[in-house]
């Protein structure tokens, strides 16, 4: 079975600038959450989304934005990029909002 | 504010002997607690989840303890091999407003010297 695939595996973007992630969970899976992890550090929660509502909502600025597809497939918005946005951006898909998670090979964003 | 602390941010040992590695939490009382392994620039990759009421866990040469009263968690990695090089995250999850989100510590970077 697939696990959890990301599109693009690599990103540059420049200050301003929007990004879209892409996020497709292991299949039979309701549940996707985004991380970001900085370098040096663990994954900071960023959003969970279950049965496609918001449930959980980490503390990121209102630039950060997320929705998830009745195929439960998810997408990760960031508008005007800053530097300090540059970072490895992971989804995490789970059975449900309570079970474990799985995570997907990431996207490396990259800000200049 | 919920704070994790993973008691170093390195680790060397020698081929064959136990990893131990130490996962430490305040202000938390999570439902489950969850050990990763993340290689460079790739995603975490689940290894064992131990809920509140479990003592100890155990999957082929990984142990995994809990003490909620210590407010600790315990990884060992037995007989260790180079190959089990890597950083290993903790992640508590499924506490009292945590909307079921998984709070990670920084993560250990493990060694394992042949």
């Known amino acids: 079975d697939a696990g959890v695939t990301q599109s693009p595996t690599h990103l540059i973007k420049t200050r301003g600038q929007h990004v879209t992630l892409r996020c497709s969970p292991i299949?039979?899976?309701?549940?996707v959450s985004w991380y970001q992890q900085v370098l040096g550090q663990g994954p900071q929660f960023i959003f969970q989304?279950?049965?496609?509502?918001?449930?959980g909502r980490g503390n990121f600025p209102d630039r950060f934005s997320a929705r998830q597809f009745p195929n439960y497939s998810s997408e990760l918005n960031v508008n005007a990029l800053l530097l300090g946005d540059s970072a490895l951006y992971l989804c995490?898909?789970?059975?449900?909002?309570?079970?474990?998670?799985?995570f997907g090979p990431g996207t490396r964003l990259t800000v200049l | 504010s919920q704070k994790i602390e993973q008691n170093s941010e390195a680790l060397n040992i020698q081929e064959g002997k136990t990893a131990t590695l130490t996962c430490n939490y305040t202000n938390y009382s999570p439902a489950y607690l969850q050990w990763y392994r993340q290689d460079p620039g790739r995603g975490p990759v689940f290894l064992l989840l131990i809920r509140e009421n479990e003592k100890e866990k155990r999957k082929e040469r990984l142990k995994v303890t809990f003490d909620t009263t210590l407010k600790q968690s315990l990884f060992h990695i037995t007989a260790s091999q180079p190959a089990d090089s890597a950083t290993y995250l903790c992640a508590l999850g499924g506490g009292r407003g945590s909307n079921y989100k998984l709070t990670f510590g920084k993560g250990t970077l493990l060694t394992v010297n042949p």
């Open positions: 995490a898909s789970s059975w449900d909002d309570q079970n474990t998670q799985y």
């Open positions: 299949s039979g899976h309701k549940s």
């Open positions: 989304y279950y049965e496609k509502e918001e449930r």
